[in-house]
């Protein structure tokens, strides 16, 4: 292996030191870049045909213009022609390759590197946050009385309307039991329960203690004549 004291130069300055595409003035390979571990390719299939002694985890290859990482260990020809294991960057913003529009980047598995576009992502907890309201998913609990998910209106300080979804008793080995709370909300109480639908399909109406402002078609419940009402005009 020979040491240089110094800079190293080409006897020729018209031409580089180390060239690392895979132009066809490669004299040991043609067509293909000769440096381990980088390459500069003009598509996939020259970066596909380089030897297995200048692949490694971890090669850098520029594809076009479009730079990727090989992130297995093994370099068979199977592997390193799946482009599963190979993280691209686009060169433009910084995201990986790849993906169709109002795809999401997600982690495959618990595997470094292991990351990918899809158009199905799942999520333990979500909240979705915009200027205004907000719409927010509580992870699944499996505890009697739980709130297992909530759809929900929150702008910060402001409280809006929601829909709870709770669980019922234990759960079943394939099911189990909930309801659903409806909830609506005022300027000066915050969440009132306005309708529930319990596990057993049965409706519950929440209570009025007075009259409330007539809807034709409406129905409600008055606790104090437990008696239902129903609206006969607007």
Do not use: C, M, R, Y
């Given at each position: 292996m020979p040491e240089f004291p110094g800079q190293v130069r080409h006897s020729n300055e018209l031409f580089p030191v180390l060239d690392l595409t895979d132009g066809s003035n490669q004299f040991n390979q043609t067509g293909k870049s000769p440096v381990k571990g980088i390459g500069v390719f003009t598509n996939l299939a020259s970066r596909a045909a380089i030897t297995s002694r200048y692949r490694t985890k971890g090669y850098l290859a520029v594809v076009d213009s479009t730079p990727f990482v090989y992130t297995k260990?093994?370099?068979?020809?199977?592997?390193?022609?799946t482009e599963g294991n190979w993280a691209g960057l686009a060169a433009t913003n910084g995201l990986p390759a790849g993906g169709l529009?109002?795809?999401?980047?997600?982690?495959?598995?618990?595997t470094n590197y292991d990351a990918g576009w899809t158009g199905d992502p799942e999520f333990s907890t979500l909240s979705l946050k915009k200027a205004g309201p907000q719409l927010s998913f509580v992870t699944t609990q499996d505890a009697d009385s739980s709130t297992m998910a909530r759809i929900?209106?929150?702008?910060?300080?402001?409280?809006?309307?929601?829909?709870?979804?709770?669980?019922?008793?234990?759960?079943?080995?394939?099911?189990?039991g909930a309801k659903i709370d409806f909830f609506t909300s005022t300027s000066s109480g915050g969440h009132e329960r306005a309708f529930t639908l319990n596990e057993e399909k049965t409706a519950i109406f929440a209570t009025h203690s007075s009259e409330p402002s007539p809807h034709f078609g409406g129905l409600y419940y008055n606790q104090t004549e437990n008696c239902f009402y129903v609206g006969l005009e607007d």
């Open positions: 260990d093994t370099t068979s020809d199977a592997d390193w022609t529009e109002h795809n999401a980047l997600v982690k495959l598995s618990d929900q209106v929150d702008s910060g300080s402001l409280t809006g309307p929601k829909i709870d979804f709770t669980q019922v008793g234990a759960s079943g080995g394939s099911s189990v």
